[in-house]
């Protein structure tokens, strides 16, 4: 990953207090990638499971980096200036949290299982319309990359959409304590990462402390949908949303459309997911004082990101490219959304949800017994827990297959598909399940 640095002298006096080092330079970006470096950048080489960025530091040197953290002592190079450090994980740390502090801007903090990507990509393409405003490229939302991305932050910009992501327990809280952000949004809770956490509950103890972060003037977005979030209080500014009653922004579901507090949005296709989603910028943006109408005019032609359940025509089948990540709720709620859709047939791709720890076979259990009840016509199972889902699936109208390969999921897929038909494939990231979509596999 490389950030652009915008306000390279304020990040520069930064750098120089913190380093107590009046010789660092103005520096364009930054990045933990050596193939990534630009002239005039900072070099950050972190040692990681499989590679030790200090083997990478002449490539970086070589590619145009001035500045160069190091853990270990390396040579001398003409014009590029290294700074010894016990830790470089701990340096970009330090550096986030001064420069958050030298910055004017407020930060909105965005975390849940589902839908924090697509929450945060919406968000900042209705707000940055009339405020100065910075996101989080990509998914840059882990203890590595949501400091990083802060270095891109400029003494002019309004406003700072962040993603927190975390794997483990604490991560959010660390985040939170580097980023300091003034409101929060939790998009959701469910059995997503469970392997690392133990427990849903633990999930939504670690999400939690987002909104435990804020402060007191700050605003704590609620999704009243949610029973792990529906019950709290906090001491900032509470604005409540959701499907299931009456809130500050009250929301229904009508399949090709939403309503919220009676202004109807169009959906691209009748999916829940991005219901929630549309329902919790909306929420957002109202409350940061956008107009309605311009926030329904932008929700209405924004693009479905890559794999978030976008549409795709490929070899003149129809796909809901869903395959970025998955667990139940997740997967749930993509596969109601295909039997709203009028096809010929309805066919389901799916590959095993895994970091689910324990609850690995029961999660694809329930699955089963979901599509089993739902006006589906084909599961083709990849992977080994998938199994687990297809066991129970004892419709009669239901066509279920298993696939030790993709090559051979693909060559039966085109066989038993045809144009009329919307085929809806979803798995974990580790599954690529993208490659059966677009026939790349090797």
Same mark, same amino acid.
């Given at each position: 990953?490389?950030?652009?640095?915008?306000?390279?002298?304020?990040?520069?006096?930064?750098?120089?207090?913190?380093?107590?080092?009046?010789?660092?330079?103005?520096?364009?970006?930054?990045?933990?990638?050596?193939?990534?470096?630009?002239?005039?950048?900072?070099?950050?080489?972190?040692?990681?499971?499989?590679?030790?960025?200090?083997?990478?530091?002449?490539?970086?040197?070589?590619?145009?980096?001035?500045?160069?953290?190091?853990?270990?002592?390396?040579?001398?190079?003409?014009?590029?200036?290294?700074?010894?450090?016990?830790?470089?994980?701990?340096?970009?740390?330090?550096?986030?949290?001064?420069?958050?502090?030298?910055?004017?801007?407020?930060?909105?903090?965005?975390?849940?299982?589902?839908?924090?990507?697509?929450?945060?990509?919406?968000?900042?393409?209705?707000?940055?319309?009339?405020?100065?405003?910075?996101?989080?490229?990509?998914?840059?939302?882990?203890?590595?990359?949501?400091?990083?991305?802060?270095?891109?932050?400029?003494?002019?910009?309004?406003?700072?959409?962040?993603?927190?992501?975390?794997?483990?327990?604490?991560?959010?809280?660390?985040?939170?304590?580097?980023?300091?952000? $003034?409101?929060?949004? /939790?998009?959701? @809770?469910?059995?997503?990462?469970?392997? &690392?956490? *133990?427990?849903? !509950?633990?999930?939504? #103890?670690?999400?939690?402390?987002?909104?435990?972060?804020?402060?007191?003037?700050?605003?704590?977005?609620?999704?009243?949908?949610?029973?792990?979030?529906?019950?709290?209080?906090?001491?900032?500014?509470?604005?409540?949303?959701?499907?299931?009653?009456?809130?500050?922004?009250?929301?229904?579901?009508?399949?090709?459309?939403?309503?919220?507090?009676?202004?109807?949005?169009?959906?691209?296709?009748?999916?829940?997911?991005?219901?929630?989603?549309?329902?919790?910028?909306?929420?957002?943006?109202?409350?940061?004082?956008? $107009?309605?109408?311009? /926030?329904?005019? @932008?929700?209405?032609?924004?693009?479905? &990101?890559? *794999?978030?359940? !976008?549409?795709?025509? #490929?070899?003149?089948?129809?796909?809901?490219?869903?395959?970025?990540?998955?667990?139940?709720?997740?997967?749930?709620?993509?596969?109601?959304?295909?039997?709203?859709?009028?096809?010929?047939?309805?066919?389901?791709?799916?590959?095993?949800?895994?970091?689910?720890?324990?609850?690995?076979?029961?999660?694809?259990?329930?699955?089963?017994?979901?599509?089993?009840?739902?006006?589906?016509?084909?599961?083709?199972?990849?992977?080994?827990?998938?199994?687990?889902?297809?066991?129970?699936?004892?419709?009669?109208?239901?066509?279920?297959?298993?696939?030790?390969?993709?090559?051979?999921?693909?060559?039966?897929?085109?066989?038993?598909?045809?144009?009329?038909?919307?085929?809806?494939?979803?798995?974990?990231?580790?599954?690529?399940?993208?490659?059966?979509?677009?026939?790349?596999?090797?």
């Amino acid at each position: 990953m490389r950030v652009d640095i915008k306000s390279k002298i304020e990040f520069k006096n930064v750098l120089q207090k913190i380093f107590n080092n009046n010789k660092i330079p103005i520096l364009n970006g930054c990045s933990i990638n050596s193939k990534n470096i630009y002239k005039g950048d900072m070099f950050l080489p972190i040692k990681g499971s499989r590679f030790d960025g200090h083997d990478f530091i002449d490539e970086a040197i070589k590619n145009g980096a001035q500045l160069i953290l190091t853990e270990k002592k390396i040579k001398d190079y003409p014009n590029v200036i290294s700074l010894h450090v016990k830790s470089i994980m701990d340096s970009i740390t330090t550096i986030a949290s001064k420069w958050r502090i030298n910055t004017n801007c407020e930060i909105i903090g965005i975390t849940g299982s589902n839908g924090k990507t697509s929450t945060k990509e919406i968000l900042n393409r209705i707000i940055s319309k009339s405020k100065k405003t910075m996101f989080s490229k990509g998914n840059y939302n882990s203890t590595i990359g949501l400091p990083i991305s802060m270095f891109s932050i400029s003494k002019d910009d309004d406003l700072c959409i962040l993603e927190m992501g975390a794997n483990k327990s604490g991560e959010i809280k660390k985040l939170c304590k580097i980023a300091q952000p $003034n409101h929060g949004l /939790i998009t959701n @809770i469910s059995n997503a990462h469970n392997k &690392y956490f *133990g427990g849903i !509950e633990n999930i939504a #103890k670690n999400k939690l402390h987002l909104f435990e972060s804020l402060p007191n003037n700050g605003y704590a977005f609620i999704n009243m949908d949610d029973k792990y979030l529906n019950k709290l209080s906090f001491t900032s500014n509470i604005i409540t949303y959701g499907f299931s009653g009456e809130y500050d922004f009250s929301g229904k579901f009508l399949d090709n459309f939403i309503e919220v507090n009676g202004s109807r949005i169009k959906l691209p296709y009748p999916s829940k997911s991005i219901a929630q989603n549309y329902l919790a910028t909306y929420s957002v943006s109202a409350t940061f004082g956008i $107009n309605p109408s311009e /926030i329904i005019a @932008i929700l209405e032609n924004a693009p479905i &990101y890559s *794999g978030r359940g !976008e549409i795709v025509i #490929k070899n003149n089948r129809k796909f809901i490219n869903d395959t970025y990540n998955a667990n139940l709720s997740s997967c749930i709620n993509g596969i109601n959304a295909i039997v709203k859709i009028s096809a010929r047939k309805r066919i389901l791709v799916l590959g095993d949800m895994h970091e689910l720890g324990g609850q690995t076979k029961s999660e694809h259990i329930k699955l089963g017994k979901v599509i089993n009840k739902l006006n589906i016509d084909a599961l083709f199972g990849l992977g080994e827990y998938i199994k687990f889902t297809l066991e129970r699936i004892n419709s009669k109208k239901i066509f279920t297959k298993h696939f030790n390969s993709k090559r051979n999921l693909i060559s039966e897929l085109n066989d038993y598909s045809n144009s009329d038909d919307i085929i809806y494939v979803k798995g974990s990231r580790s599954m690529k399940m993208e490659e059966i979509i677009y026939n790349e596999v090797n």
